[in-house]
């Protein structure tokens, strides 16, 4: 019996051939509508057919949700819930991964090291949601953070199949084409502005971890074509974070992409690679090209980044604007964590703390902020889930630092270690940005959160998921 008849007989290959053809069987009602000159319900009927290929085919549904968290395009439901695409696609990709698990007889599921701190986080925000000013606010916000646990575990699960240097990098690359749509945006509009692009303001989560990833791949190239194809990936996302005008992302990419530099040196000194000791002397190329487009162009395209770089500056003495508006929102949430330090006003009822904290209407710029999230993850923690719930918040983030540097100091090739530092430096935007940015556990920046975890459980799990040098150890 030769090969071919082999695979011609195995099971799966069988089962492939009947989709194909009930695929096809399938095709000739809309054929027949489309010759019956009903292009329109012909059409629906094949975006229907093609929902139903995706949901045979999870690995390209995964894919299709990382690529959705660069999508915002909110819909609103009752009770002012509103459903994006990504939670669309993510329901499809756990039903259809369910659905798996249950045809295949699987009675275990593979833990990680992180799941009991999401589960205890997920805890945190229910105990919160029992003493809370109004329980009726707690509810979408429960289910939001358990959303994210799922979206960790569909993460991990897939990196882990698919393989975790292929995510990461069609994640970097999905920033990329991102950011270069930002920038002829930008410079359509003559740098009058400021652009986030079809991800809106997830698009700062989105540029602030890729950037720092792009340079781990840098450091690491093993060519120079390598590493000048990832330096113009860099310095494409850095123009497309100039473009939005966000000076938050931009201060953790000038803290996060040092402490990069700093772990890489000591493990190029530790591991006796001359190599790398000598990419790094060139990663300033990339940083260097971006200072020298601002200068160049400062009287013309990036006036308004100047503006804004400039105002925060000043803020620094005499608070203004955003600035001023952060810290209202600060000492709302200051006062609202001091009126119940263990289990703060309840998930979710940050939007109604000045009901909690009636002396905050007589803040000048409350009418303009009413309603907002704190803009400072850990502070919203604390005045929404008090001490239990901001203590298991950083409980998660230093076990997934720890998880990710973990990977990163292992010892082996720069193939390997490219996607480890990528990971590492990730995490480390994700715990340096917990201390200032508006939002981690919710929307798209959950997705993304949840993404870096999976990543890094992943990297760590092997032997498919992480580096092809410990595949045998």
Not at 110 to 132: E, K, N
Request: charged residues 15%; proline residues 4%; positive net charge.
């Amino acid at each position: 019996m030769t090969t071919g008849e082999v695979q011609l007989q195995n099971p799966s290959n069988r089962a492939d051939w009947a989709t194909a053809a009930l695929l096809l069987l399938l095709f000739v009602p809309a054929v027949m509508l489309a010759f019956s000159y009903r292009p329109t319900i012909a059409l629906a009927y094949f975006g229907l057919l093609a929902g139903i290929g995706l949901l045979a085919y999870p690995r390209l549904l995964f894919y299709l949700f990382v690529l959705s968290t660069a999508l915002l395009l909110p819909t609103s439901l009752k009770n002012n819930i509103d459903v994006s695409p990504f939670d669309i696609i993510l329901a499809a990709l756990f039903g259809v991964t369910a659905l798996e698990f249950l045809l295949r007889g699987e009675t275990g599921i593979r833990a990680t090291g992180l799941d009991l701190p999401f589960i205890l986080l997920i805890a945190a925000t229910i105990v919160s949601a029992v003493f809370a000013y109004d329980p009726s606010y707690s509810i979408v916000p429960i289910a939001r953070i358990i959303i994210v646990y799922i979206a960790f575990r569909m993460a991990f699960r897939y990196a882990a199949d698919i393989g975790v240097r292929r995510i990461t990098l069609f994640y970097i690359y999905l920033v990329v084409a991102h950011s270069i749509l930002n920038v002829i945006i930008f410079l359509a509009q003559g740098g009058r502005e400021r652009v986030f692009g079809p991800a809106w303001l997830g698009y700062e989560t989105l540029a602030m971890t890729a950037l720092p990833m792009s340079f781990a791949y840098l450091i690491w190239a093993q060519r120079v074509s390598e590493r000048a194809w990832f330096a113009v990936m860099g310095v494409s996302i850095g123009l497309g974070l100039l473009a939005s005008g966000s000076r938050g992302p931009m201060l953790a990419v000038v803290v996060c992409i040092p402490i990069l530099l700093f772990f890489a040196w000591r493990k190029a000194r530790r591991e006796k690679s001359a190599t790398v000791l000598r990419i790094m002397r060139g990663i300033l190329i990339p940083l260097v090209v971006l200072v020298a487009l601002v200068v160049a162009f400062q009287e013309t395209v990036f006036t308004g980044v100047i503006e804004r770089l400039a105002s925060l500056v000043d803020s620094l003495k005499n608070p203004q604007e955003t600035v001023l508006l952060r810290l209202v929102l600060g000492k709302a949430a200051v006062r609202a964590f001091l009126s119940d330090p263990l289990t703060g006003i309840g998930i979710g009822n940050f939007r109604i703390v000045d009901q909690v904290v009636p002396e905050m209407r007589m803040e000048p710029v409350w009418f303009y902020i009413r309603g907002m999230s704190a803009h400072n993850v850990i502070l919203h923690y604390l005045a929404e889930t008090g001490l239990i719930g901001a203590v298991s918040l950083l409980a998660l983030a230093f076990t997934g630092l720890r998880a990710a540097y973990r990977g990163f100091r292992r010892r082996m090739s720069d193939y390997d270690q490219q996607t480890a530092a990528a990971i590492f430096v990730g995490m480390i935007v994700f715990g340096v940005t917990l201390l200032y940015m508006r939002a981690w556990t919710w929307g798209q920046g959950g997705y993304i959160m949840a993404i870096l975890f999976g990543l890094t459980a992943a990297w760590n799990a092997g032997p498919k998921g992480g580096p092809e040098s410990d595949q045998d150890r």
